[in-house]
């Protein structure tokens, strides 16, 4: 279509354009599924409290959003941990709980045994992958043509993913109240100063970057280009 109505692949703006997809690309290019991390926190950087409940940290508008963000994804992955703790659906649904038109597979990522009674294993859709490996599980998902997949924890998986470097995106959903104590988000990536930091950027390419949802902040992240920090600000400088 975009041939007979004159479309070129080499234009002039064909250079934004793979930087507006270069994350895309790269997956593509890859062969691995495109990949979104969702992670719903306490300021303190926490996603679930000391006695594990963690629902809910976020209020119903950073839930609706995520469940939009569920239902344009192919598949959904969870840990055992994230199984076992919340008895998840791991359903797209919409504002009044009815389940969106278009599901992802769900996958569960781990090898201890999922109980026949989980939530997960009603309905179509659901998938158990007795791996701890990010990359292999994303290579099964290509092979059943998932081209986007989004990983919704808890700790352990996320943290796999990104020692891995293997998120392309992340939606940050930022609730105002303190844990203190409880599961972090993120566990230990190996880092040992600040220069070995991990770094995203504020990506508005397809909407806001940051966001007020309810009494939520939503934040859309990508992965800088380089790992290498970015230069230091007069005001950083000067401090
Ligand atoms: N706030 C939120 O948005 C949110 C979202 C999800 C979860 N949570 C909370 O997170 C907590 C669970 O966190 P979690 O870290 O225990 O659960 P998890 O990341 O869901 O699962 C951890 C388990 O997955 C398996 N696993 C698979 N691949 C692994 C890998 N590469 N590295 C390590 N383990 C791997 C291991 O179990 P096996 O022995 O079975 O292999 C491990 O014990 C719960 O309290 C839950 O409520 C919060």
Redesign the pocket.
Known sequence: MLRRAGGRRHGPAAPRARELNHRWFAARRAGRPFTTL????SLDGR??AAD?T?QW?TGAGAREHSHAVRARAEAII?????IL??NPRLTARTPDGTPAARQPLRVV????EVPASAAITDGPGYVHLR????AAVLADLAGRGIDHAMI???????T?FLAADLVDEIWLYQAPLFLGSG?HAIADLGITTLAEATRFRYDDRGGPAHQLLGTDAVLHLEPTPTSRPETVTEHERTR
């Not at 969702?38 to 926190?41: D, E, K, R, T």
């Not at 791996?131 to 990010?134: G, R, T």
């Open positions: 969702h992670l719903a926190q996603i679930a594990g963690s940290i969870a840990g055992t941990g994230t703790a919340d990522m781990g090898h201890r791996e701890h490996d990010p919704e924890g808890g700790a352990s998986i996320a796999a599961r």
